[in-house]
Structures are given as C-alpha cells and as structure tokens.
Antibody
Framework: VQLVESGGGVVQPGGSLRLSCGASGFTFRNYGMHWVRQAPGKGPEWVTFIGSDGDDKYYKDSVKGRFTISRDNSKNMLYLQMTSLRPEDAAMYYC???????????????WGQGSLVTVSS | SYVLTQPPSVSVAPGQTAKIACGGNKIGDKRVHWYQQMPGQAPVVVVFDDSDRPSGIPDRFSGSNSGSAATLTISRVEAGDEADYYCQVWDSASDQYVFGPGTTVTVL
C-alpha cells in the first residue's frame, strides 16, 4: 500500500488549495478514505471521510462548508478542496486508508507521508 | 461531540511494562484503535479493534477495552518504543472520527 499526497503550499488567509492523494497497492474503489491533519506539536485531528463509492461523506464540524472531499476511483485518486482557509487550518495533511465498504469503525491502517499546508499573509 | 482522554505522559524503565489508558463515555461499546507516532513520521496503527495487532507489530503491544477505559499495554519496553501514542474511535452518534490527545512514552 502506498499513499502519496501532493498540492500543499503557502496560501493567504481566505485563500483556497486543493490536495491530492494517489493510492496504489490495494483495490482503491473498495475502501473508504480519510484526510487527517496535524498542526506542529499537536496530535492528529481527523478532518473528513469519504465512502468507497463517494456517496457517504463526513466532515469535522469546523471545516463543514469550507472543505470538500472527493475521489476518482478510475484514477485511484483522493482529493481535498479547501476554501476560506484560516490560520488554524495550517497543518500537515495526511490521507489515510479506511474501512472496507461501509465499515466506518475500522482503523486508519495506512497513512501517507503528508502534505504541508501553511496559511499566512 | 465525543471526547477521549489520555494521560499526557508515561515513563517506564526498559524491560518494564507501560500502560496507557484511553477514557471516553461508554468506550466499551466502541472499537478502539491505537497509533504510534515517531517524530517526523506519520502515525502507524499498533492495535486495532481493541486488541488485534497488525502484522509486523511485536506481540509486546496489546490492547483491551472494557467499561470506562481502553488500555494499550507495552510489555518488555525497549528504547525504540519511545513515541507518542494516540487512541481513536468512530463516534456513530456524531458521524465523527475522534483521536485522543496523545500520550508521550518516555523510556528511562
């Protein structure tokens, strides 16, 4: 299993950024996927989840209406569109593999190495 | 929203046993997962579904979950076990995934 994030960078408050995560080594279309972020010196903070077929989506309350998770099962790609970014959104963003079809309670068993998002003027 | 609690730190001598508690409301009804995070690296799951171990994780790592707390136990602690450890659950009531605040394990 390999997960490779990209798209991070420096953005001004109020700006937008799109993260991507390329997946390989497993049948991507059969698994839910997560985005988890971690600010420097802090613990992991779950951000959002998308079900295997893209229909089920869950978000952390503080990002609802600003962030959108999506996936392209034909390309084995996961995305996170972030808008109206705030300084408190600055963090390392990890994509992580979730449960098999509908198993929401499964662990996040594989993680990428992360993509750094900096929100600063 | 659902909240998990963990002690900020645990110190243990090499060869001894470290126990990390993870508390939450009716946590015994949930599946608890534990992650180890080394500095500069992504978290790695060391125990899933309360007490199962992924392949490649030493059997020195074990977990339990009953009543008011889940526990990660590290037996015969080694210097290489120094890391941050996080518990995590899925809260179906709020449709949120929750991580605990983390526990830093220090090997004396």
């Amino acid at each position: 299993v390999q997960l490779v994030e990209s798209g991070g960078g420096v953005v001004q408050p109020g700006g937008s950024l799109r993260l991507s995560c390329g997946a390989s080594g497993f049948t991507f279309r059969n698994y839910g996927m997560h985005w988890v972020r971690q600010a420097p010196g802090k613990g992991p903070e779950w951000v959002t989840f998308i079900g295997s077929d893209g229909d089920d989506k869950y978000y952390k309350d503080s990002v609802k209406g600003r962030f959108t998770i999506s996936r392209d099962n034909s390309k084995n790609m996961l995305y996170l569109q972030m808008t109206s970014l705030r300084p408190e959104d600055a963090a390392m963003y990890y994509c992580a593999k979730g449960g098999h079809r509908g198993h929401l309670e499964w662990s996040l068993d594989y993680w990428g190495q992360g993509s750094l998002v900096t929100v600063s003027s | 929203s659902y909240v998990l609690t963990q002690p900020p730190s645990v110190s243990v001598a090499p060869g001894q046993t470290a126990k990390i508690a993870c508390g939450g409301n009716k946590i015994g009804d949930k599946r608890v997962h534990w992650y180890q995070q080394m500095p500069g690296q992504a978290p790695v799951v060391v125990v899933f579904d309360d007490s199962d171990r992924p392949s490649g994780i030493p059997d020195r790592f074990s977990g339990s979950n009953s009543g008011s707390a889940a526990t990660l136990t590290i037996s015969r602690v080694e210097a290489g076990d120094e890391a941050d450890y996080y518990c995590q659950v899925w809260d179906s009531a709020s449709d949120q995934y929750v991580f605990g605040p983390g526990t830093t394990v220090t090997v004396l």
